[in-house]
T-cell receptor, first 112, second 114 residues
Framework: DVKVTQSSRYLVKRTGEKVFLECVQDMDHENMFWYRQDPGLGLRLIYFSYDVKMKEKGDIPEGYSVSREKKERFSLILESASTNQTSMYLC???????????FGSGTRLTVV | GEDVEQSLFLSVREGDSSVINCTYT??????LYWYKQEPGAGLQLLTYIFSNMDMKQDQRLTVLLNKKDKHLSLRIADTQTGDSAIYFCAESPAGAGNNRKLIWGLGTSLAVNP
């Protein structure tokens, strides 16, 4: 069964910490995405990557960076976590073309 | 700009049909999608429809597409309590550089009452 795996379901971090959220897919998809999901705001795209070492800003990249050193892994980095980054983070991958995304189970991050 | 709109809430009785509606603005969209999100989980692709189709049926699910009105609907027959979830509509714009991203609605929260 094809999968997108996010390394943590729940994380609690302190303000100012550097936070790494990891995502791995086993489908050889070119495209990978990081979203955050907040009540009433739906899914908002943070960053996406369409190839190894390639990245593009989404709609809300401020306060985040990403890394894609290998095709299967896409990391989201919060350089200095703040309380307004408390959210559900969803990773997804998609093959090039017009097929839908496959999502991970999400990481619920709380910044205290 | 590109936009996808859905009503936020729908409540139905178990056994009834549910109809979740969505409107979109990008007439060049090639595919339109319905995703389901159960509490505390990621999103799961339910079904999709290509823009040159009017209807697609898959077991209890029927998708209707009206391209003229840019209206998409998802009908769930014989709705069960396990169908309680948030349902997201999404479109795949056809513009150059856009085929990697989807445009999402805010989601419709479906409550199924016994």
């Amino acid at each position: 069964d094809v999968k997108v795996t996010q390394s943590s379901r729940y994380l609690v971090k302190r303000t100012g910490e550097k936070v790494f959220l990891e995502c791995v897919q086993d489908m050889d998809h070119e495209n990978m995405f990081w979203y955050r999901q907040d009540p009433g705001l739906g899914l908002r795209l943070i960053y996406f990557s369409y190839d190894v070492k390639m990245k593009e800003k989404g709609d809300i990249p401020e306060g985040y960076s990403v890394s894609r050193e290998k095709k299967e892994r896409f990391s989201l980095i919060l350089e200095s976590a703040s309380t307004n980054q408390t959210s559900m983070y969803l990773c997804a991958s998609r093959p090039t073309g017009t097929y839908g995304y496959t999502f991970g189970s999400g990481t619920r991050l709380t910044v205290v | 700009g590109e936009d996808v709109e859905q009503s936020l809430f729908l409540s139905v009785r178990e056994g009834d049909s549910s109809v979740i509606n969505c409107t979109y603005t990008d007439s060049s969209s090639t595919y339109l999608y319905w995703y389901k999100q159960e509490p505390g989980a990621g999103l799961q692709l339910l079904t999709y429809i290509f823009s040159n189709m009017d209807m697609k049926q898959d077991q209890r699910l029927t998708v209707l597409l009206n391209k003229k009105d840019k209206h998409l609907s998802l009908r769930i027959a014989d709705t069960q309590t396990g169908d309680s979830a948030i349902y997201f509509c999404a479109e795949s714009p056809a513009g150059a550089g856009n085929n990697r991203k989807l445009i999402w609605g805010l989601g419709t929260s479906l409550a199924v009452n016994p």
